[in-house]
């Protein structure tokens, strides 16, 4: 990878620490954009990916965005999101996806990644109605 990628990846994973929610490829694009106007959507997306693949940033499946990862294994990552507000907790839970790969193996899959989303409210944002 060039000097100029590297350079691209610090820039993408500083917004994405700095955010106070999930950003979207595009969210990324428009923060780059006033230091960088001629930056394309492709070379974010590269960006997101290698940061993904190093472990760096967890990207939601469900709301197809990006988060900082917090944690120390990013393979062992739950993600809870809170449908009222937007917020994302992280949760290492290297039981949880144990479970799950050897549930899977009984039937010969062998996973490759894990997604683990929980959506509901957070305890900021719950007024005390039961959840459904």
Known sequence: MGKRGEEHQSE???ILRGA?????????LAELRPSNPRIA???????LAALSD????H???????????????????VLSIC????????????????????LAAKSGFKAARHVVEVHGV??????GKPVA
């Open 20 to 28: 106070d929610r999930p950003l979207s490829a595009y969210d990324v």
């Open 83 to 102: 449908d009222d507000c937007g917020s994302v907790e992280e949760t290492e839970a290297p039981e949880l996806l144990t479970n799950l790969e050897s």
């Open 59 to 77: 990207r939601l499946e469900s709301l197809n965005a990006f988060i900082a990862c917090h944690c120390d294994d990013h393979q062992h990552a």
């Open 12 to 14: 993408v994973l500083m």
């Open 41 to 47: 959507p492709p070379t974010v997306y590269r960006a």
């Open 54 to 57: 190093r472990g760096l940033i």
């Open 122 to 127: 957070c305890s900021t944002c719950d007024d």
